[in-house]
């Protein structure tokens, strides 16, 4: 066995632009997360993810970097940093970061060399296409590929300078990196390395299974009534994919101890991730998949779809089973790109703190890592937004742009999405206190604090026993403390019940159960073993016990541990 010290671990994403603001500029910083250290410490997580705090001119708040190897000023400076690291490693807490690599910013100098002409030596360090044969360059339909990029538009933008296109999966300000170019491997490697000398623990890495594609770069097929079609059967879990991966580790990992990389993998399957993760392959110690907060989106981006619970579990399941051998898998419901899971899949009005801890709860005693995304420690919830002026988000901004000038789809339709599952949802500023701007900053927020501040902050959360703070907390230490939250079995029970969410966790003769109740009704677990499990020790709960056995209360969470005599 390597040293897996992370099956154990408790990962905390900050979005530094969102976390503290120590400089009033209204836009978060360094300091800001250096003052608020001891918070994270007495939460009881162990490694801090921090969102990209590289040189950017934030096309993409950070993930189109123009510098791999410096501090973007709006956050701070390399000392900085070093003081975060050094009061990190001084509370017993590890630093991830995050590593953006399938793509730079254009502003990069390797991509200025590059579209300044092409002969230029790093001319290949991206995708470069002419025009599609026949077309006339840069007019409508020219591009080399008919594949929408992930924020609205073609995923190539011509270049007049040389006359050609350049890909980009995300934003045009994120042109891709040709990772088929030994060059670029090599400067990534000696860059990461760079990082790892100066005591980060190690890296996220931001959309890692698209980082090799099919040099081919096929049309994919186009959807009635959509602009552009999905070219990701070409660079999802591509061709040297693996080769790519296993190479890195050997270039940045080997003999180095005690780091932690996940690599984010949308649409990866589950025969995939375990190639990816099984140790004996030396890629990366764990997949952050997206499958389960697919479940309740829809073919058509436009159309909201409630949740299935027994399509959620049947995800989990499936991933829990796939893994259970070799493998490991991240838990989270919560990121910078998704929506905030109270809002999503509880109740954020009448039992916003039940259903907040519920969830928690029902996540945290999975079998994998689980990751803890600001704010959701406190049960934040989806932000007020009136209109389409609210929202920063590129991704968003780009969307509605498509849907209703592009698509004819109507602005009240779109924003109604926009409202459930845009991404500004994650990002408004972390409600620290009651005061005007919820204590994140003394300037103007550069996203409105969502006015619920007031009543849901970490002031009020620390100070309150009953709150989804220390329910967290206690979550954190029960994976420290019970061996068979890390490595016990996973066995789905009541997988038709659309209310119930109900597994058990086995490590020798320990076994825990846990249900969560989805729904705002009083609702009985059909268990085998009801009675029994009923008279087991009570880890955990959200509300007070269940009085009649298993019969749960509204949103209610247990976790009930008994010994087997064999
Ligand atoms: C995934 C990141 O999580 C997201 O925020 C970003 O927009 C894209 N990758 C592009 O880097």
Redesign the pocket.
């Known amino acids: 066995m390597t040293d897996q010290w992370w099956k154990q671990a408790v990962v905390y994403q900050i979005y530094p632009r969102s976390f503290a603001d120590a400089d009033g500029d209204g836009v978060g910083d360094l300091r800001g997360i250096i003052g608020h250290l001891d918070y994270l410490a007495g939460l009881g997580v162990d490694v801090l993810w921090l969102s990209p705090i590289y040189p950017s001119p934030q096309d993409?708040n950070g993930?189109d970097i123009s510098d791999y190897q410096n501090v973007e000023p709006l956050f701070g400076s390399l000392e900085t940093f070093d003081e975060l690291l050094a009061g990190v490693h001084e509370r017993g807490l590890k630093l991830v970061m995050d590593l953006?690599v399938?793509?730079s910013s254009d502003e990069h100098p390797w991509f200025v060399e590059s579209r300044s002409s092409i002969d230029n030596p790093k001319r290949d360090w991206y995708w470069w296409r002419p025009a599609r044969a026949g077309m006339e360059p840069g007019t409508p339909g020219a591009e080399p590929t008919n594949w929408g990029s992930?924020f609205g538009g073609p995923a190539w933008e011509y270049d007049e300078k040389t006359g050609a296109y350049y890909l980009h999966l995300?934003s045009k300000k994120?042109p891709d990196l040709n990772w088929e170019n030994p060059e670029v491997r090599e400067a990534v490697y000696a860059m990461m390395r760079w990082w790892l000398d100066r005591g980060v623990d190690g890296f996220r890495m931001?959309?890692i299974n698209m980082i090799s594609k099919d040099p081919a770069l096929p049309d994919g097929k186009l959807p009635t009534g959509r602009a552009y079609a999905d070219g990701s059967a070409s660079y999802i879990d591509g061709p040297r994919i693996h080769e790519f991966l296993h190479e890195m580790h050997g270039e940045v990992f080997q003999g180095r101890t005690s780091l932690l990389t996940v690599g984010?993998m949308p649409g990866v399957t589950v025969d995939e991730a375990i190639r990816y993760t099984d140790p004996v392959r030396e890629e990366v110690d764990m997949v952050f998949q997206f499958d389960h907060v697919w479940a309740d989106r829809g073919p058509d981006p436009w159309l909201l779809m409630p949740l299935q619970l027994t399509m959620l579990k049947a995800i989990f399941g499936r991933w829990q089973a796939g893994l259970a051998e070799v493998g490991w898998n991240s838990l989270y419901w919560n990121?910078?790109?998704q929506p905030r899971v109270v809002s999503r899949f509880g109740d954020d009005g009448a039992y916003r703190v039940e259903s907040a801890k519920m969830l928690g709860t029902v996540l945290h005693l999975h079998r994998g890592t689980p990751y803890v995304y600001q704010g959701e420690e406190l049960g934040m919830t989806n932000a007020p937004f009136r209109s389409i002026e609210d929202f920063r988000d590129i991704?968003a901004l780009g969307q509605y742009a498509d849907a209703v000038t592009k698509e004819g789809r109507s602005p009240e339709e779109v924003l109604t999405v926009l409202r459930a599952n845009g991404?500004d949802n994650a990002r408004t500023p972390m409600q620290w206190d009651a005061s005007p701007q919820a204590g994140f900053t003394t300037g103007t927020p550069w996203l409105a604090v969502n006015p619920n501040h007031t009543e849901i902050n970490a002031a009020a959360a620390v100070a309150d026993p009953n709150s989804v703070y220390h329910h967290y907390r206690k979550l954190a230490e029960l994976r420290h403390t019970e061996p068979a939250v890390v490595a016990g079995d996973f066995t789905m029970l009541l997988p038709n019940d659309e209310r119930l969410y109900a597994f058990t966790r086995r490590l020798d003769r320990t076994e825990l159960l846990v249900i969560g109740n989805f729904s705002a009704e009083t609702v009985r677990a059909e268990i085998d073993d009801a009675a029994a499990w009923a008279a087991a020790e009570l880890v955990l709960t959200n509300t007070a016990a269940p009085s009649d056995e298993l019969t749960l209360g509204p949103w209610q969470a247990v976790v009930y541990r008994r010994v087997l005599s064999w």
Do not use: I, K, P
Request: proline share 0%; glycine share 0%.
């Open positions: 993409d993930y953006v399938n793509h992930a995300f994120q931001d959309v984010e990121n910078h790109d991704e991404r």
